[in-house]
């Protein structure tokens, strides 16, 4: 059974990054995609991008370009999401989620972390 | 804003069927990319309900049903219950946007 565990929540100034990781027990890690998942308070989910640890460079939502950097380390079977340039609008439960292989489904997913940003 | 619409509620009794619908476009659904169904209960992380349109996971009750026709998909649950009262969402793929989209979300309510 995989389980993805996320890094703790988080308090952010407006202007500055975060940094939020997800280690991956169980599965093999480096032949799964790990998407990013975030959901504003009281919204929907939203895909920000996603990334291959064994392809390389991860995929971005059109809306993130720029200040949205995936990663991956086959090693420690950790990805990590970095946003910078964060406003209010960024305050929300970032989620990870192992991308299944089959149609695009994500069949596992951490247990979210709270990012506020607040002056 | 999401490219996948659903209806913001639904409900119904304990016993009762609901369905939740969830329109598309031709550069999503209708490009006949797979469409995933997942259930959010209350401050809890998304779990898989239904995969590649009509697939239950192990674990999932087959009170819970997916279908898909043209640009839409619909999930419907039958035997209604109250531990079934959650947030839902589905999920594509969109080919004019190279993104992973989820519909805008339907809450259940069991009446």
């Known amino acids: 059974q995989v389980q993805l565990v996320q890094s703790g929540a988080e308090v952010k100034k407006p202007g500055s990054s975060v940094k939020v990781s997800c280690k991956a027990f169980?599965?093999?890690?480096?032949?799964?995609?790990i998407n990013w998942v975030r959901q504003a308070p009281g919204q929907g989910l939203e895909w920000m991008g996603g990334?291959?640890?064994?392809?390389?460079?991860?995929n971005h939502a059109q809306k993130f370009q720029g200040r949205l950097t995936i990663t991956a380390d086959e090693s420690t079977s950790t990805a990590y999401m970095e946003l910078n340039s964060l406003t209010s609008e960024d305050t929300a439960i970032y989620y990870c989620a192992r991308e299944g292989g089959i149609g695009g489904v994500f069949d596992f997913w951490g247990q979210g972390t709270l990012v506020t940003v607040s002056s | 804003q999401s490219v996948l619409t659903q209806p913001p509620s639904v409900s119904g009794a304990p016993g009762q069927r609901v369905t939740i619908s969830c329109t598309g476009s031709s550069s999503n659904i209708g490009a006949d990319y797979d469409v995933h169904w997942y259930q959010q209960l209350p401050g809890t992380a998304p779990k898989l309900l239904i995969y590649?349109?009509?697939n239950r996971p192990s674990g999932v009750p087959d009170r819970f049903s997916g279908s898909k026709s043209g640009t839409s998909a619909s999930l419907a649950i039958t035997g209604l219950q109250a531990e079934d009262e959650a947030d839902y969402y589905c999920q594509s793929y969109d080919n004019s946007l190279s993104e992973y989209v989820f519909g805008t979300g339907t809450k259940v309510t069991v009446l």
């Open positions: 169980g599965g093999t890690f480096s032949s799964y995609a």
């Open positions: 990334i291959i640890a064994i392809l390389g460079p991860a």
């Open positions: 590649i349109n009509s």
